[in-house]
């Protein structure tokens, strides 16, 4: 059964303190992953796609990258403004993708 | 571009009663949709994926009379709570994907729904 697990459930940081998320993926093909935010109390934001093993994708202090077998989301000086939920989602596929259960994110002043 | 919106966003209605949530994309022809129900401190659950035209496809567990779906139009899905009752509380969010495979899907801002 297709899978995507996401490390660490929840994460403090003091602002400025840089970190990683981690979404670890298995699932039988991959034409896609993508990565959204989630603030509470709203839906989810789109924010990167990566499509192959080696790609790179940035935005302000996020930077996404991929590997044959996981996801990272890179968060560089990060602010308290960037604390919320980070979904991963993999697209296998299917008609639908198969979704992690998040990182929650708390970026502390 | 890829704006997505739901009505209500929020709703309080009385046990027994249908609740109608709207899902509509804005910018773009949503050739599927998703309807997916959250709860607090937890990811999406996936209830249903609707085409345009046809009939939805509903996860297991989901009851399909309790739960209706309508896809009228490429910009337009419908989520009906039928005969509401407490336990139906929760955060009801759509999203949209376009016809382009490889586009990601693009989600509505949800709707809190309280059954009293």
């Known amino acids: 059964e297709d899978q995507v697990t996401q490390s660490p459930e929840a994460l403090r940081l003091q602002e400025g303190e840089s970190s990683s998320l981690n979404c670890s993926y298995t699932?039988?093909?991959?034409?896609?992953l993508f990565w959204y935010r989630q603030d509470p109390g709203k839906g989810p934001e789109f924010l990167f796609t990566?499509?192959?093993a080696g790609e790179e994708k940035e935005k302000e202090r996020l930077k996404a990258t991929l590997t044959k077998k996981e996801s990272f989301l890179h968060i560089t000086a990060p602010k308290p403004e960037d604390s919320a939920t980070y979904l991963c989602?993999?697209?296998?596929?299917?008609?639908?993708?198969?979704f992690g259960p998040g990182t929650r994110l708390s970026v502390l002043p | 571009g890829a704006v997505v919106s739901q009505h209500p966003s929020r709703v309080i209605c009385k046990s027994g009663t249908s609740v109608k949530i709207e899902c509509r994309s804005l910018?773009?022809?949503?050739?599927?949709m998703f309807w997916y129900r959250q709860f607090p401190k937890k990811s999406l659950m996936l209830m249903a994926t609707?085409?345009?035209?046809?009939?939805?496809?509903?996860e297991q567990g989901v009851e399909k009379d309790k739960f209706l779906i309508n896809h009228a139009s490429l910009t337009l899905s419908t989520l009906t709570v039928t005969s509401a009752h407490p336990e139906d509380s929760s955060f009801y969010i759509c999203?949209?994907?376009?016809?382009?495979?490889?586009?990601?899907?693009?989600f509505g801002p949800g709707t809190r729904l309280l059954v009293l």
């Open positions: 999203s949209a994907r376009p016809g382009k495979e490889l586009e990601t899907q693009y």
């Open positions: 699932v039988s093909g991959l034409r896609g």
């Open positions: 990566l499509y192959s």
């Open positions: 989602a993999v697209d296998n596929y299917g008609q639908n993708f198969v």
């Open positions: 910018d773009f022809q949503a050739t599927t």
């Open positions: 609707s085409n345009e035209g046809s009939k939805a496809t509903y």
